[in-house]
Structures are given as structure tokens and as C-alpha cells.
């Protein structure tokens, strides 16, 4: 935008010299139409800057992806406050339900009495799916005893059954010392996706450590060499000097095996719920969600997701534009 500016500015000033060894009155006609040229981009740059309040929440998994796009936005709109809360993708609904929020981040798909309330609340909104994650199990870098799971011995030690949890319960050959579990809050889509595609919605062990926080749960397992947690691939990613991530059915999350789906069943995507009023009727709003999709990539891959192939940002933009 700056280049551009500057160029045509250069352009304009060359124009006016070349006139001014004509006379004056080409001099003075030159003069006129570079202060016409220089008003209607002003006025243009006044209609670029946009003034407003945007308001979202959710996913601790999410956050990273939006707080990057939120500073990167920032810079170009400096105007607009956007602010965004995490409760965990069960508190951010809760709140989009309320109408307190504009948007909703959330690490796993909506469930159907969430949009049964936000029908009975008046709410109509639209899903947008922003990248992959792979959820991933670490433990800590000094445990040299387990590097893969499967999904059974992931149930045996994550479903409460009464017992107290020793590795030696999960395989002979490993310590007899006490699991020390660290896991997502129930308002969290991680612990939501976790208790659907491996407790089956059985009961979690009692003695996990409970957070809506990802980075007290990293910090738990960096402190204890028996403890184990289960969080997002960006987490893992921005420790892992300090964790050891464990393999599920053999396979490692990686960017490839989250992206093709082989590392299952822990690949999931991440989502966006937008409120189609707001994208309406708050031109604050449609821009920062253009820009969040439009971003929405690059910005995963930074922070330590994966992203969409680009035809599904594409489809996401169309759908916007087509609420506007």
C-alpha cells in the first residue's frame, strides 16, 4: 500500500514538472490536478480505516491462531478493538449462546444442543474451519519408557475404574510407580474430542489434574518424569525441547500425518462460528473475519498447526461474502 502510494505520488510530481516549462497556466492546471488526486486518496485512506468492536471467544486449542491474526489485524486496523476471551470452546459457546460475542473459536464441531439453544436464543450463525490439529499425548523428556500407545492401553489408563493408575498396570516392563494425569477442563473441545474418540464418554480418571490452561498442563508434565497429558499439536510443538511426544498406534503427529489423517483418530480440525447478524450489520466485523480467513493458514502454520489446502479458505471467503 505504502509503495503504491509512493509511486503514485512520484509520478504525479514528475507530471507536474515536465508541465511547468510549458508556462504557468499548465503549471497551475498541473497544480490543480495533483491536489485533486492528492484529496481523493485521502479521502480513499479515510474509507479504508474502519472503526468498531469485535468480541470472541473459546478454544484454549484455537487461541493461538487468532491472538497471531488479532496482532497481525492490529496493524492494519489499528481502529478496531477486537478481544478474545478463552473459556474453553464449552464457555465460548455458552457466551456466543448469551450473545455476549461476535465469534466462537471452538476445537471441535458444535454439538446439536448447543445449536438448539442458540435457535431458541435467536442466533443464526455460520461454520468456518480454519486448520488442523492433532492432539497430541506427551509425556515427560526423562521418561525412557513409553513411546507409543495404542487406543486400548490409552482407555485402560485414562477411564476411571476404581484403581489407582501405575504404569506397570499399563505394561509390565514400565515402572511400578504411580500415572500422574494432567488433562484439558470439561469446558475444553480438547477434553471433549479426547472423551469421544477415546473413552468412549466413560469417566476420566479421577486424579487427573483439570485445566483450562494448556500451559499449566506442559508445566505439570515438565515437573513430574510420571506424568502424561493430552493437548494440541502447538503446545507440544512450543515444547517440545522440553516434552517427549508419545506415539498413537505407531504413528507420530507431524504436520503430513495430521494433514492426511493417518494419525488417527487424533487428527480433528479447529473452527471458527461466526454470528451471522454481526457479519451483517458490523462492517468492523466482516473485515476481521475476511482477514482471519484469509490468514487463517499462514497464521496455523506459525503457531504450530496445520493448514487448510487453499480451496477451503476460498469456499470460507465465498460463504462470508455471501452473508454480508
Known sequence: ?????????????????ALGACGTDSTEE????????????????????????????????????????VEEYSTEQSKVQVTVGVSGTGGGFEKFIARDTDFSN?????????????????????????????????????????????IEELKKMWIEDGTEKKWSDINPEWPDEKIVFYSPGTDSGTYDYFDE??????????????????????????????????????????????????????????NETIESGEYSPLSRPLFVYAKNSAIKENPAFYDF???TIEKAGEMAEAVGYVSLPE???????ADLEALK
Open 106 to 150: 471452538a476445537s471441535r464441531p458444535i454439538k446439536e444442543e448447543e445449536k438448539q439453544k442458540l435457535d431458541e436464543a435467536g442466533v443464526e450463525f455460520t461454520e468456518f474451519q480454519i486448520a488442523y490439529d492433532g492432539l497430541s499425548l506427551v509425556v515427560n523428556k526423562d521418561n525412557d519408557w513409553v513411546d507409543s500407545l495404542t
Open 30 to 69: 498541473a497544480e490543480k490536478d495533483t491536489e485533486s488526486a492528492s484529496s481523493a486518496s485521502k479521502d480513499s485512506q479515510e474509507e479504508a480505516v474502519l472503526e468498531g468492536k469485535v468480541s470472541g471467544d473459546g478454544s484454549s486449542t484455537v487461541a493461538p491462531i487468532l491472538e497471531a491474526v
Open 197 to 254: 474418540v477415546v473413552l468412549d464418554e466413560a469417566d476420566l480418571v479421577k486424579s487427573a489434574q483439570l485445566s483450562e490452561d494448556d500451559n499449566v498442563l506442559v508445566q505439570g508434565v515438565q515437573g513430574d518424569k510420571n506424568a502424561i497429558a493430552f493437548f494440541g499439536y502447538a503446545y507440544y510443538l512450543a515444547n517440545q525441547d522440553t516434552l517427549k511426544v508419545v506415539k498413537v498406534e505407531g504413528i507420530e503427529p507431524t
Open 289 to 291: 473475519m475476511k482477514y
Open 311 to 317: 480451496e477451503e479458505y476460498e469456499k470460507g471467503l
Open 1 to 17: 500500500m505504502k509503495s503504491w502510494k509512493y509511486l503514485l505520488m512520484t509520478t504525479m510530481v514528475g507530471s507536474a514538472l
